[in-house]
């Protein structure tokens, strides 16, 4: 079945930066969009980050864009976000998601593919 896992999250102080990985199994990966989402405390879901099954083409929400680089290794099955100059805004807790791009990942639909996530802490 389809399975994505989610690591690499943790505690840092404003300015840091982490690695998050998502191993991804149970489906083409490599034929596969992806996307990272987040979800804050009391808020809802985010739309953060997406790639192409290729990885050529990568997309950003403006509010990370210069800060957050997504990637992926098609070889490993595994979709990676690189975090930079992390703010207290960015804590929360982040998940991969499959086949969908923007607002359209955040759907029921696609909620159901969610890994359990990482959870990323930013203290100021």
């Given amino acids: 079945q ?6 690499g999250g943790g ?3 404003s300015g ?10 149970g489906f083409t990966f490599s034929k596969s969009l992806m996307s990272w989402v987040r979800q804050a ?3 809802g879901p985010e739309w ?4 192409d099954s290729s990885g050529d083409s990568t997309y950003y929400a ?3 864009k210069g800060r957050f680089t997504i990637s992926r290794d098609n070889a490993k ?3 990676y976000l690189q975090l930079n100059s992390l703010k207290a805004e960015d804590t929360a807790l982040y998940f991969c998601a ?13 909620r159901r593919s969610w890994g359990q996530g990482t959870q990323v802490t930013v203290s100021s």
């Fill in 11 to 13: 505690m840092v102080q």
């Fill in 62 to 64: 403006d509010n990370v």
């Fill in 98 to 110: 499959r086949n969908c791009l923007d607002n359209v990942c955040l759907s029921a639909a696609f």
């Fill in 48 to 51: 953060v980050s997406g790639i």
């Fill in 41 to 43: 405390p009391g808020k």
């Fill in 2 to 7: 389809v399975q994505l896992v989610e690591s």
């Fill in 16 to 25: 840091g930066s982490l690695r998050l990985s998502c191993a991804a199994s």
């Fill in 77 to 79: 099955n595994t979709l």
